[in-house]
């Protein structure tokens, strides 16, 4: 362990770091709190770096972003560079396809220096008069953050219900803009979840969901007419149960409206309305189950629902309107399948579309429903020809069409829209994200492995390199990873990580337990008491980069954020020596304190993820693995630590507390920053371009540690 200190030492002296080095971290003031849970007692020294309002909470974060510039400084050139660089990548006046829906081809586009999209339209044809729905970069002036949380047009296409949020808590403000005159309503109702609103029938009534501004879940839906005062909005629903998320939306058959109650991972329940019966009661589509989870698609006069009844991947059924409530009148479509997990679908007039995953790959189901005999004898699966990619079913607003829109993009293969005729299986490319400055998918080269897990489990890994870079141990990686919630990390295109590959790295995407990549069992296997198993793949995925010649523990990073950035912690804590340096964002790290405060936002919806530490047995394995907890006196890799001052999912103190433990504990001489963005929230800066900053900071940060400043 000595050798690698002096070793390092002298690489940051070669680099220009020396100065960098000798300049003094600051040190959060140290004031222990008791906390005891189930009989035993922890002591949190930084428990008061909570209080967002201090004064000298602030001036602590501020001490920590000061010495990251310093010690950054030797590279602030790099920096720069790296930004522009990936700036310059991106076609800055560019638009989506668009897609029709109603009257109406709508469309998202940039304009050349704007950082946020502007949403506009055209009537009956693409050669008719581009109207502007809303400018993002209008919006967004005199704010140092804006987020636009979606928009829904009424059914005469006249209103649109729009929400901002200007502050990054995700507390979004609901208004109404007349389209056809540019006026913007009155009412502005505050603290409502983004994307959860819909519109009645009759182009005047809407329904909304209203958050607890303390835990920042939705958990009312009221019903608002336009043109009233909203404090005489009518609550026409309110969940219960704070283990519960809940989302509103609208059936792409128009008929429903819809309220979606679900519990993270175990229970789903529907609310259902007719959108032409603003006034009448929701009825519930099926009672929650714990274990049941659902979702459906109406079409005529029937249901199709995605469901785990009975089957861990999840199969296919329909039930009549009415019949929904008997589960005994629901029939099979498409049976549970061991291998396959049955993700999403879309329905159209003729056909049945699935998101499926096999393999721990995405595939697109397409299945005629003209033609009688068996789906297996009537469907086909999309063709896509790489052995790492991720596909996906795209926006189909329209029932009676046979083209279907889906999006691809593979590791080389930047983001691309299809349309494919559905009767005919001729496949157009509608467009393939632009990339400037002479990119050539020609010069990578993606593959995709597998791995032995300690007990025994495979694992998926996608890597992507540029042509010629070597295998020998010598090429500095970057290994990601999520893991958790179910969410799975495809093997997508990025264009910023070309500054990484064009300088020769490698890197590599670990599809661990936690996600779902291989199917339901995969993500079971990854939470609650099991969760160990995601730390323990990661790093296993690591020795096996390492012992192929991919890499060398010296020249070894990996990156997680949120939930990948416990991950992180978690790893370093368990295997430190595997890496050279480490960038977590904005990281859940102290698991025990956040999951027993369930005035946090998230945290009672996160029981079924993580436990309830309140029952002894979750508390101990929690205690057992949460990286702020498990904090050693031993050497730690390099450590870059990033978080929003507004963050409202892993709360910032979560990353400053670990920082400042780890500086008094850690006996290395490696780097660890801190840095907070004093403006922005959990998905930090939001412009498109103020963005790519940060990613600048994070490569100029590992770059560095091996010696390229170029």
């Given amino acids: 362990m000595k050798k690698r200190c002096l070793l390092l030492i002298t690489t940051l002296t070669l680099y220009g770091m020396t100065q960098a080095q000798q300049v003094s971290p600051p040190k959060a003031a140290v004031k222990p709190k008791e906390l005891t849970t189930n009989g035993d007692i922890r002591i949190d020294n930084y428990y008061y770096l909570n209080e967002r309002e201090n004064p000298e909470v602030i001036k602590y974060l501020t001490d920590e972003n000061t010495y990251l510039d310093q010690v950054m400084a030797p590279v602030k050139n790099l920096q720069e560079k790296l930004f522009e660089e990936m700036k310059g990548r991106i076609k800055q006046q560019d638009e989506s396809v668009p897609y029709k829906e109603g009257n109406y081809y709508y469309y998202v586009k940039y304009v050349t220096g704007g950082e946020y999209p502007v949403y506009c339209r055209k009537k009956g044809s693409l050669d008719a008069a581009e109207e502007i729905i809303f400018d993002g970069n209008t919006m967004a002036k005199g704010h140092n953050y804006f987020q636009l949380g979606g928009y829904e047009v009424s059914d005469n296409d006249e209103l649109a219900i729009f929400a901002q949020d200007t502050v ?405 804590n368990q295997a430190p020596q595997l890496y050279r340096g480490v960038v977590a964002a904005v990281p859940f790290v102290d698991v025990v304190t956040t999951m027993l405060d369930e005035s946090i936002p998230l945290t009672t919806g996160e029981f079924e993820e993580w436990g309830n530490p309140k029952n002894k047995t979750y508390y101990d394995y929690m205690k057992s693995y949460s990286p702020y907890d498990n904090v050693e006196k031993k050497a730690y890799p390099n450590l870059l630590v990033t978080t929003g001052l507004h963050d409202s999912q892993v709360q910032y103190w979560e990353p400053a507390k670990w920082v400042a433990k780890l500086r008094t504990l850690k006996t290395d001489n490696n780097q660890l920053l801190l840095h907070t963005n004093m403006e922005a929230g959990h998905g930090g800066a939001s412009g498109r371009f103020q963005a790519l900053k940060e990613t600048a900071l994070e490569y100029a940060f590992m770059l560095n540690l091996v010696g390229i400043q170029q």
């Fill in 168 to 572: 990054s808590r995700r507390l979004y403000t609901l208004q109404v803009k007349n389209l056809k005159t540019g006026q913007i309503y009155p009412e502005a109702i505050p603290n409502t979840e983004a994307g959860s609103f819909a519109w009645a029938a009759d182009n005047k009534t809407l329904f909304y969901v209203k958050k607890d501004v303390k835990t920042l879940l939705g958990y009312q839906v009221y019903r608002h007419v336009l043109g009233t005062d909203p404090k005489n909005d009518v609550l026409v629903y309110e969940e219960k149960d704070n283990q519960f998320y809940m989302g509103l939306g609208r059936t792409k058959s128009k008929k429903y409206i819809t309220i979606v109650s679900d519990q993270n991972g175990v229970s789903t329940e529907y609310q259902l309305l007719e959108a032409s019966k603003p006034t009448d009661a929701f009825k519930t589509f099926l009672p929650r189950e714990k274990g049941h989870e659902y979702d459906l698609v109406h079409y005529k006069d029937k249901f199709y629902i995605r469901t785990n009844w009975k089957a861990e991947n999840f199969r296919l059924m329909e039930v009549a309107e009415g019949k929904n409530a008997d589960k005994n009148a629901w029939k099979d479509v498409i049976p549970h399948r061991a291998d396959v997990y049955l993700a999403n679908m879309d329905v159209f007039a003729n056909y049945l579309v699935l998101g499926e995953r096999k393999a721990g790959l995405t595939n697109i189901r397409v299945i005629n429903q003209k033609k009688t005999g068996t789906p297996a004898k009537d469907d086909y699966y999309i063709d896509f020809g790489e052995p790492a990619y991720v596909a996906g079913i795209g926006y189909n607003p329209d029932f009676n069409t046979n083209v279907l829109r889906y999006s691809y993009s593979s590791l080389t293969t930047p983001s691309s829209t299809y349309d494919v005729n559905m009767d005919t299986k001729v496949k157009t490319l509608k467009k393939q994200q632009d990339v400037l400055g002479g990119f050539n998918k020609d010069n990578y080269v993606s593959e995709r492995v597998y791995t032995k897990s300690r007990d025994g489990v495979q694992i998926p890994v996608s890597i992507v390199y540029r042509k010629g870079t070597k295998k020998d141990g010598s090429a500095p990686l970057l290994q990601y990873s999520y893991g958790s919630y179910g969410y799975s990390t495809d093997p997508g295109f990025s264009s910023t990580r070309l500054s990484l590959l064009d300088r020769g790295f490698i890197y590599a995407i670990a599809h661990i337990r936690g996600g779902q990549e291989m199917g339901r069992r995969w993500y079971e296997d990854g939470k609650m008491l099991k969760k160990k198993n995601t730390f323990n793949d990661f790093v296993d995925v690591s020795k096996f980069l390492i012992e192929n010649k991919y890499t060398s523990s010296d020249k070894l990073f990996a990156m997680g954020g949120s939930a990948g950035g416990l991950l992180m912690g978690a790893v370093i």
